[in-house]
């Protein structure tokens, strides 16, 4: 199951490391993704993507793909395979394996990466070390999602210079609503 969720992610990281912000025609918002990013008020003006995938007796995978002008935000997660074409609705949680000696060591279904948007490319100088998203409710008729997300990343190094990144990005109150989502089976 992790190595499902590391080969995706890695691949939607190769995907949206070569595309381009600039794009001239925005997505409409079926629903909204708001959150707290470092103190601040942050509202994604476009859903890139919001996708369930279904791998044959191998599981599944949410993702959750937003922006703004200036920063792309990526949420995934992952469970068993269902039989609907749905998430179970539940906590997911991520945990950097190398926190300190004290902290358990949680076998992580998430994972959150933050990008910033420079000149038309997309940059990712954070690692992810806790985070947490909870599909609060997702109707498989309509296709939609709701619930909520939070997660603390730490500068791992400058990828750019036209920007200053902080060395720890925090996000509290996520909230997405009625997003839209895809289904793929493989």
């Given amino acids: 199951m992790k190595k499902l969720l590391s080969i995706g992610l890695l691949s939607l990281s190769v995907l949206f490391a ?3 912000s600039d794009e001239s025609e925005e997505n409409s918002l079926d629903g909204s993704v708001t959150a707290t990013v470092n103190g601040n008020a942050w509202k994604a003006t476009k859903i890139t993507s919001v996708t369930l995938i279904k791998v044959s007796g191998g599981g599944q995978r949410f993702d959750i793909n937003v922006e703004d002008k200036s920063q792309m935000i ?5 469970s ?3 039989a609907k074409d749905a998430m179970p609705l539940k906590e ?3 945990t950097d394996e190398d926190n300190d ?6 076998n992580s279904d998430a994972l959150f990466l933050n990008y910033y948007l ?9 690692f992810p070390k806790t985070g947490k998203i ?5 109707d498989p008729e309509k296709k939609t999602v709701s ?3 939070s997660f603390k990343a730490e500068k791992v190094g400058a990828l750019q210079t036209k920007i200053v990144t902080p060395e720890v990005f925090e996000v509290t109150n996520g909230v997405f609503k009625n997003l839209p989502y895809t289904v793929y089976a493989q």
Wanted: some cysteine; proline content about 3%.
């Fill in 18 to 20: 070569s595309c381009s």
């Fill in 74 to 78: 990526l949420l995934a997660c992952e």
């Fill in 80 to 82: 068993e395979l269902t």
């Fill in 92 to 94: 997911y949680t991520f």
């Fill in 101 to 106: 000696v004290d902290t358990p060591i949680v």
């Fill in 118 to 126: 420079v000149d038309g490319n997309s940059y990712g100088e954070h």
């Fill in 134 to 138: 909870t599909i609060t409710a997702m």
């Fill in 147 to 149: 619930g909520t997300f």
